[in-house]
């Protein structure tokens, strides 16, 4: 299973990002899919995550903030970040999580926000 993670790149405080991961490599399709963050310094942390039925969870910090979704279709997860704040400023990784087989990581992306 490979997860190809991208759109990570620089923006000021107040601006968007948009993250997104295929999965890829398996017939089967994945359940839960989900995205972290690493800080520079500090542990690897959850953002956000979505079941396969599009039930959605999320970090007190990014509440009301980032938006995460899917399409199942393209074994695909995204990360719709608003309001970005320097706080963010970090490797965002994604995840998949499959019952028959379990969890993969991505390789990461960095964001960087300006204040």
């Known amino acids: 299973v490979q997860l190809q993670a991208s759109g990570g790149g620089l923006v000021q405080a107040g601006g968007s990002l948009r993250l997104s991961c295929a999965a890829s490599g398996t017939f089967f399709s994945p359940n839960g899919m989900g995205w972290y963050r690493q800080a520079p310094g500090k542990q690897r942390e959850f953002v956000a995550r979505i079941s396969d039925a599009g039930s959605t969870y999320y970090a007190d910090s990014v509440k009301d903030r980032f938006t995460i979704s899917r399409d199942n279709a393209k074994n695909t997860v995204y990360l719709q970040m608003s309001s970005l704040k320097p706080e963010d400023t970090a490797v965002y990784y994604c995840?998949?999580?499959?019952?028959?087989?379990?969890?993969?990581w991505g390789q990461g992306t960095v964001v960087t926000v300006s204040s």
């Open positions: 995840n998949a999580a499959y019952n028959q087989l379990g969890i993969y």
